[in-house]
C-alpha cells in the first residue's frame, strides 16, 4: 500500500489525540477562510446589480419613474424588523451553543428558522400587492421592475437558501453531527445568515429610502 | 494501516490515501498534480478547436470578398473564437493548470486547501466548454467575444447557451479563485514566509483576488443578458428603459481585470524562467512581486478605457485615461526587472528560454500599443479597427501564449518525467515566432489605415497586408503542430529529465519527476529565497538531498 511505503519517511508517527485535534483545527481555519471568501464573491454579485440598478437610476428621469408608485416603506420596514430580528437570534442560538446549553440553543435556532420564514412569506404578501394591485412586474415595468425583482428575488432566494440550512444544520445537532468543540457548520451558517441579513441593510437603504 | 495513523502534525503531516484505479486517480482525482494536468490536456484540446476557428477567419480574409464560409457563419466563427480563446484557453491553462501543478509544490504543500472543490472546478470546466461549441448547432453567437446588446439581444438561441457556458466556467474560476488564496495563505511550508515565495506563487497570489472578486461580477452581467433575452428582462435594451451601455460597464469590470488574470501568472513563470536560465539572482525580487499585486489592484480602475467611445462622459474620461498610463509603471517595472537578470548573466539558450526572452519582447510591443490605446485622442481614431486586434493579440499570442510554451518546455519534465525535444522546440519557436509577427503585425498598419475588425469582407486596398497576414497564420498553425507532435513524441521518446534538469531552485525541481502523489515525504523547512545561485538551496528536511544537476540540453 501506497501510504506504507512511506512509513519511514517520517509521515507515520504514533498518533495521539492532541494531534488528530490539530488536524481539526487547521482544517477548521480553512473552512473559514474559504467561506469568508465565497460570500465576499457573493457580495461582489448584490454589488454588481446594486451598481447597474443606481447607474440606471441615476440616468433615467425621476424616481421612482413615471407611472409607479413609491414603495411601501412601512411594510417592508416591519419585515426589515423581522430578518435583523432572526439576526438577534441567530446569534443567541450560537452562543448558546458554545456554552453547552442545548435547549435554548434549539429554541433560538427554531426561532430563527420561523422568522426567517414569516420574512419570505412577508416578501410575498409584497410582490403579490405588486404585481397584483399597482401592475408592476419583472419583465414589463422597465429598469424599476427589472431592477427591483431581481435584487430582492436574489436576496430572497439567498433567505430562502438560508431557511433551508438552518433546518438541516438543527437537524444534524439533534442528531449529534457537532460537538461543543467542533461546530464549524453552525460558525458557517451564522456567517451566512448575518451575510443576509447585512445585503438586507444595503437593499432596503438602496429601495426604498433614497 | 488506517488513514487516521498518518496524520501527526495538523494538515502539513496530512495525507489522503492515495486511491487506487484507474479513475479515481486519472479521471476523477483529488491529486493537484493531475488536476492540473486533465486542465492542461482540456485546455489543449479546446485550443485547437479555437485555433482552427481562427484559420478559418484568415482563410476567409485571403480575398476582399471572402467566399469562404458566408457572412453570418463569419460572425458566429469569431465570435466563438475569441470566447474560446480567453474562457476555455488561456485562463483554464495558466491558472487551473499551471496553477494547480506547481503552486502547491512550490509552497511546499501536499495538496490545496480543498481538494474535492478543486475535482468540481475542473469538472464545470469542460461541460462549459462543450456547451459553448455547441452553441454552433443553435446559432451561435454573432456579437464577437463581448456579446454587446442590442445585438446580443437579437440573436439565435445560442446566445444564451454562451451567456450559460460563460457563467459556468465563471463558478469554476471562483471557486479555483477561492482554493488559491487559502492554499497560499495557510498552507505554505514552515519558513516559508510571503517574502520568500516564488514569484510564480506571487503572480498566483495576485490573480487569484481577481478570479474570485471579477469573475462574479461578468456573472451578475451574464445573468441579466440571459434574463432579458429569455424572460425579457429589461436591463439594456433601451426601448424598454434598460441601457446598453450599462452592459458595457459590467461587462468591462470583469473582463479588463480579466485581461491581468490571463497575464498575471506569466509573468510568474517568466520571473521563474529567466533567472534560472540566466543563473543570476532574480533583480528585485521584492518589486516584481508588490508590481503584480500594484497591477492586479489598478486593474479594477480602468475598465472604462474601453469605452470611450461608447458616450463616456468627458470628465471620466481623463482619469481612466491617466489611471490606465500609471499601470504601464508596474509592467515596466517587471520588464525592466527581467531585463536587468538577464544583463550579465550566464544566459542558456533552450527552447524555454527564448519563448520566455521572445516573451519579454513582443509583450512589451503589445504594452506600448496599449498605452497608446489608453490616450483618448489616438483611441477615438482606432476604436473597432485592425489596431485592436494587433494590440491584444501582441498581449495575448506574443504575451500569455509565448509565456504559456516557455512554461510547458520548462515545467513539461516536472509533469511527465521526459523532457520535451529540442530540435523540435527551436523549430517550433522560430516557426512561430515569424508566423506571429507575421500575421499580426501588418493588423497594427490595417488598423491605422481604417480596417475595421468583425468584418468579412474588406475594400481591395488592405489586400495585401491582409494576405501576408494570412499566410504567415499557416506558419503558426505549423509551428503549433510540431509543438503538438514534439509532446506526444517526448512522452513516449523524450529524454529522462531526472529530479532537476534545468537546475533550477524552487522546491517543486528538489523532488522527483514526476512527483509522488504526496509531494513531498517531509515537508521541508525553508530558510530563504529560491533565486541565489552561488548559495546553497535554502531547505532542510528534504527527503532526498538532490544536489543541482547540470543543464541537461542546450546553453552556449
Same mark, same amino acid.
Given at each position: 500500500?501506497?501510504?506504507?511505503?512511506?512509513?519511514?519517511?517520517?509521515?507515520?508517527?504514533?498518533?495521539?489525540?492532541?494531534?488528530?485535534?490539530?488536524?481539526?483545527?487547521?482544517?477548521?481555519?480553512?473552512?473559514?477562510?474559504?467561506?469568508?471568501?465565497?460570500?465576499?464573491?457573493?457580495?461582489?454579485?448584490?454589488?454588481?446589480?446594486?451598481?447597474?440598478?443606481?447607474?440606471?437610476?441615476?440616468?433615467?428621469?425621476?424616481?421612482?419613474?413615471?407611472?409607479?408608485?413609491?414603495?411601501?416603506?412601512?411594510?417592508?420596514?416591519?419585515?426589515?424588523?423581522?430578518?435583523?430580528?432572526?439576526?438577534?437570534?441567530?446569534?443567541?442560538?450560537?452562543?448558546?451553543?458554545?456554552?453547552?446549553?442545548?435547549?435554548?440553543?434549539?429554541?433560538?435556532?427554531?426561532?430563527?428558522?420561523?422568522?426567517?420564514?414569516?420574512?419570505?412569506?412577508?416578501?410575498?404578501?409584497?410582490?403579490?400587492?405588486?404585481?397584483?394591485?399597482?401592475?408592476?412586474?419583472?419583465?414589463?415595468?422597465?429598469?424599476?421592475?427589472?431592477?427591483?425583482?431581481?435584487?430582492?428575488?436574489?436576496?430572497?432566494?439567498?433567505?430562502?437558501?438560508?431557511?433551508?440550512?438552518?433546518?438541516?444544520?438543527?437537524?444534524?445537532?439533534?442528531?449529534?453531527?457537532?460537538?461543543?468543540?467542533?461546530?464549524?457548520?453552525?460558525?458557517?451558517?451564522?456567517?451566512?445568515?448575518?451575510?443576509?441579513?447585512?445585503?438586507?441593510?444595503?437593499?432596503?437603504?438602496?429601495?426604498?429610502?433614497? | 494501516?488506517?488513514?487516521?495513523?498518518?496524520?501527526?502534525?495538523?494538515?502539513?503531516?496530512?495525507?489522503?490515501?492515495?486511491?487506487?484505479?484507474?479513475?479515481?486517480?486519472?479521471?476523477?482525482?483529488?491529486?493537484?498534480?493531475?488536476?492540473?494536468?486533465?486542465?492542461?490536456?482540456?485546455?489543449?484540446?479546446?485550443?485547437?478547436?479555437?485555433?482552427?476557428?481562427?484559420?478559418?477567419?484568415?482563410?476567409?480574409?485571403?480575398?476582399?470578398?471572402?467566399?469562404?464560409?458566408?457572412?453570418?457563419?463569419?460572425?458566429?466563427?469569431?465570435?466563438?473564437?475569441?470566447?474560446?480563446?480567453?474562457?476555455?484557453?488561456?485562463?483554464?491553462?495558466?491558472?487551473?493548470?499551471?496553477?494547480?501543478?506547481?503552486?502547491?509544490?512550490?509552497?511546499?504543500?501536499?495538496?490545496?486547501?480543498?481538494?474535492?472543490?478543486?475535482?468540481?472546478?475542473?469538472?464545470?470546466?469542460?461541460?462549459?466548454?462543450?456547451?459553448?461549441?455547441?452553441?454552433?448547432?443553435?446559432?451561435?453567437?454573432?456579437?464577437?467575444?463581448?456579446?454587446?446588446?442590442?445585438?446580443?439581444?437579437?440573436?439565435?438561441?445560442?446566445?444564451?447557451?454562451?451567456?450559460?457556458?460563460?457563467?459556468?466556467?465563471?463558478?469554476?474560476?471562483?471557486?479555483?479563485?477561492?482554493?488559491?488564496?487559502?492554499?497560499?495563505?495557510?498552507?505554505?511550508?514552515?519558513?516559508?514566509?510571503?517574502?520568500?515565495?516564488?514569484?510564480?506563487?506571487?503572480?498566483?497570489?495576485?490573480?487569484?483576488?481577481?478570479?474570485?472578486?471579477?469573475?462574479?461580477?461578468?456573472?451578475?452581467?451574464?445573468?441579466?443578458?440571459?434574463?432579458?433575452?429569455?424572460?425579457?428582462?429589461?436591463?439594456?435594451?433601451?426601448?424598454?428603459?434598460?441601457?446598453?451601455?450599462?452592459?458595457?460597464?459590467?461587462?468591462?469590470?470583469?473582463?479588463?481585470?480579466?485581461?491581468?488574470?490571463?497575464?498575471?501568472?506569466?509573468?510568474?513563470?517568466?520571473?521563474?524562467?529567466?533567472?534560472?536560465?540566466?543563473?543570476?539572482?532574480?533583480?528585485?525580487?521584492?518589486?516584481?512581486?508588490?508590481?503584480?499585486?500594484?497591477?492586479?489592484?489598478?486593474?479594477?480602475?480602468?475598465?472604462?478605457?474601453?469605452?470611450?467611445?461608447?458616450?463616456?462622459?468627458?470628465?471620466?474620461?481623463?482619469?481612466?485615461?491617466?489611471?490606465?498610463?500609471?499601470?504601464?509603471?508596474?509592467?515596466?517595472?517587471?520588464?525592466?526587472?527581467?531585463?536587468?537578470?538577464?544583463?550579465?548573466?550566464?544566459?542558456?539558450?533552450?527552447?524555454?528560454?527564448? !519563448?520566455? =526572452?521572445?516573451?519579454?519582447?513582443?509583450?512589451?510591443? &503589445? @504594452?506600448?500599443?496599449?498605452? #497608446?490605446? +489608453?490616450?483618448?485622442? $489616438?483611441?477615438?481614431?482606432?476604436?473597432?479597427?485592425? !489596431?485592436? =486586434?494587433?494590440?491584444?493579440?501582441?498581449?495575448?499570442? &506574443? @504575451?500569455?501564449?509565448?509565456? #504559456?510554451? +516557455?512554461?510547458?518546455? $520548462?515545467?513539461?519534465?516536472?509533469?511527465?518525467?521526459?523532457?520535451?525535444?529540442?530540435?523540435?522546440?527551436?523549430?517550433?519557436?522560430?516557426?512561430?515566432?515569424?508566423?506571429?509577427?507575421?500575421?499580426?503585425?501588418?493588423?497594427?498598419?490595417?488598423?491605422?489605415?481604417?480596417?475595421?475588425?468583425?468584418?468579412?469582407?474588406?475594400?481591395?486596398?488592405?489586400?495585401?497586408?491582409?494576405?501576408?497576414?494570412?499566410?504567415?497564420?499557416?506558419?503558426?498553425?505549423?509551428?503549433?503542430?510540431?509543438?503538438?507532435?514534439?509532446?506526444?513524441?517526448?512522452?513516449?521518446?523524450?529524454?529522462?529529465?531526472?529530479?532537476?534538469?534545468?537546475?533550477?531552485?524552487?522546491?517543486?525541481?528538489?523532488?522527483?519527476?514526476?512527483?509522488?502523489?504526496?509531494?513531498?515525504?517531509?515537508?521541508?523547512?525553508?530558510?530563504?529565497?529560491?533565486?541565489?545561485?552561488?548559495?546553497?538551496?535554502?531547505?532542510?528536511?528534504?527527503?532526498?538531498?538532490?544536489?543541482?544537476?547540470?543543464?541537461?540540453?542546450?546553453?552556449?
Amino acid at each position: 500500500m501506497a501510504v506504507a511505503s512511506v512509513s519511514h519517511g517520517g509521515l507515520v508517527s504514533d498518533a495521539h489525540h492532541g494531534e488528530v485535534d490539530q488536524l481539526y483545527v487547521e482544517t477548521r481555519e480553512l473552512r473559514l477562510q474559504g467561506f469568508m471568501l465565497f460570500l465576499v464573491s457573493d457580495l461582489v454579485l448584490f454589488s454588481s446589480f446594486i451598481f447597474a440598478y443606481l447607474y440606471m437610476r441615476s440616468s433615467g428621469q425621476g424616481w421612482p419613474p413615471p407611472g409607479i408608485n413609491r414603495l411601501d416603506v412601512a411594510f417592508a420596514a416591519v419585515n426589515s424588523v423581522i430578518l435583523f430580528g432572526s439576526g438577534a437570534t441567530m446569534h443567541y442560538a450560537l452562543e448558546n451553543w458554545k456554552h453547552g446549553n442545548f435547549g435554548k440553543y434549539s429554541g433560538f435556532m427554531v426561532a430563527t428558522i420561523i422568522l426567517g420564514a414569516l420574512f419570505l412569506g412577508g416578501q410575498a404578501y409584497e410582490y403579490t400587492n405588486l404585481i397584483v394591485h399597482d401592475h408592476v412586474t419583472w419583465g414589463g415595468s422597465g429598469i424599476f421592475g427589472a431592477s427591483f425583482f431581481t435584487l430582492t428575488g436574489m436576496h430572497g432566494f439567498h433567505v430562502t437558501v438560508g431557511v433551508i440550512y438552518l433546518t438541516i444544520l438543527l437537524l444534524q445537532s439533534i442528531h449529534g453531527t457537532y460537538t461543543k468543540e467542533k461546530f464549524f457548520g453552525l460558525t458557517a451558517g451564522t456567517l451566512y445568515w448575518h451575510f443576509v441579513d447585512v445585503i438586507w441593510v444595503a437593499l432596503f437603504s438602496i429601495f426604498y429610502l433614497i | 494501516m488506517s488513514v487516521a495513523e498518518v496524520h501527526p502534525g495538523g494538515i502539513a503531516g496530512h495525507i489522503h490515501p492515495e486511491p487506487q484505479g484507474f479513475v479515481r486517480r486519472y479521471i476523477f482525482s483529488i491529486d493537484h498534480k493531475i488536476i492540473g494536468i486533465q486542465y492542461l490536456i482540456t485546455g489543449f484540446v479546446f485550443f485547437i478547436l479555437a485555433g482552427l476557428l481562427a484559420e478559418v477567419i484568415r482563410t476567409q480574409l485571403l480575398h476582399a470578398n471572402g467566399g469562404f464560409v458566408s457572412n453570418d457563419t463569419y460572425n458566429e466563427v469569431y465570435s466563438v473564437h475569441g470566447s474560446a480563446m480567453v474562457w476555455l484557453v488561456i485562463i483554464p491553462l495558466i491558472t487551473g493548470g499551471f496553477g494547480n501543478v506547481l503552486m502547491p509544490l512550490m509552497i511546499g504543500a501536499r495538496d490545496v486547501a480543498f481538494p474535492w472543490l478543486n475535482l468540481l472546478s475542473f469538472w464545470i470546466f469542460p461541460v462549459a466548454g462543450l456547451m459553448l461549441f455547441s452553441s454552433f448547432l443553435m446559432g451561435a453567437p454573432v456579437a464577437g467575444w463581448t456579446e454587446y446588446p442590442p445585438m446580443s439581444l437579437q440573436s439565435g438561441p445560442g446566445t444564451s447557451m454562451w451567456c450559460a457556458a460563460i457563467f459556468l466556467v465563471g463558478v469554476s474560476s471562483t471557486l479555483t479563485g477561492i482554493n488559491f488564496v487559502v492554499t497560499m495563505f495557510k498552507m505554505r511550508a514552515p519558513g516559508m514566509t510571503f517574502t520568500r515565495m516564488p514569484l510564480f506563487c506571487w503572480a498566483q497570489l495576485a490573480t487569484a483576488p481577481l478570479l474570485m472578486i471579477a469573475t462574479t461580477a461578468l456573472a451578475a452581467a451574464l445573468a441579466a443578458l440571459f434574463m432579458e433575452r429569455q424572460f425579457g428582462v429589461p436591463f439594456f435594451d433601451p426601448t424598454k428603459g434598460g441601457s446598453p451601455v450599462m452592459w458595457q460597464h459590467m461587462f468591462w469590470f470583469y473582463s479588463h481585470p480579466a485581461v491581468y488574470i490571463m497575464i498575471l501568472p506569466v509573468f510568474g513563470m517568466i520571473s521563474e524562467i529567466i533567472p534560472t536560465f540566466a543563473r543570476k539572482p532574480i533583480f528585485g525580487y521584492k518589486m516584481i512581486a508588490f508590481s503584480s499585486m500594484a497591477i492586479a489592484l489598478a486593474g479594477f480602475m480602468v475598465w472604462a478605457h474601453h469605452m470611450f467611445t461608447s458616450g463616456l462622459a468627458p470628465y471620466l474620461q481623463l482619469p481612466f485615461m491617466i489611471l490606465t498610463f500609471t499601470i504601464a509603471i508596474p509592467t515596466g517595472v517587471k520588464i525592466f526587472s527581467w531585463t536587468a537578470t538577464l544583463w550579465g548573466g550566464k544566459i542558456h539558450y533552450t527552447t524555454s528560454m527564448l !519563448f520566455a =526572452v521572445g516573451f519579454v519582447a513582443l509583450f512589451t510591443l &503589445g @504594452g506600448i500599443t496599449g498605452v #497608446l490605446l +489608453a490616450a483618448v485622442p $489616438f483611441d477615438l481614431h482606432v476604436h473597432g479597427t485592425y !489596431f485592436i =486586434v494587433a494590440h491584444f493579440h501582441y498581449v495575448l499570442v &506574443g @504575451g500569455s501564449l509565448m509565456g #504559456l510554451f +516557455a512554461g510547458m518546455y $520548462f515545467w513539461f519534465p516536472k509533469m511527465s518525467g521526459r523532457l520535451l525535444n529540442e530540435t523540435l522546440g527551436k523549430w517550433h519557436f522560430w516557426l512561430f515566432f515569424f508566423g506571429f509577427n507575421g500575421t499580426f503585425l501588418p493588423q497594427h498598419w490595417l488598423g491605422m489605415l481604417g480596417m475595421p475588425r468583425r468584418v468579412p469582407i474588406y475594400d481591395p486596398q488592405f489586400q495585401f497586408w491582409n494576405d501576408v497576414s494570412s499566410i504567415s497564420s499557416y506558419v503558426m498553425a505549423v509551428a503549433i503542430l510540431i509543438f503538438f507532435v514534439n509532446v506526444l513524441y517526448s512522452l513516449r521518446n523524450g529524454k529522462k529529465a531526472g529530479a532537476n534538469p534545468w537546475g533550477a531552485r524552487t522546491l517543486e525541481w528538489q523532488i522527483p519527476s514526476p512527483p509522488h502523489y504526496y509531494n513531498f515525504k517531509n515537508i521541508p523547512t525553508v530558510y530563504g529565497l529560491p533565486y541565489d545561485f552561488s548559495q546553497p538551496l535554502p531547505y532542510k528536511g528534504l527527503d532526498e538531498e538532490l544536489t543541482d544537476s547540470p543543464i541537461a540540453v542546450g546553453g552556449h
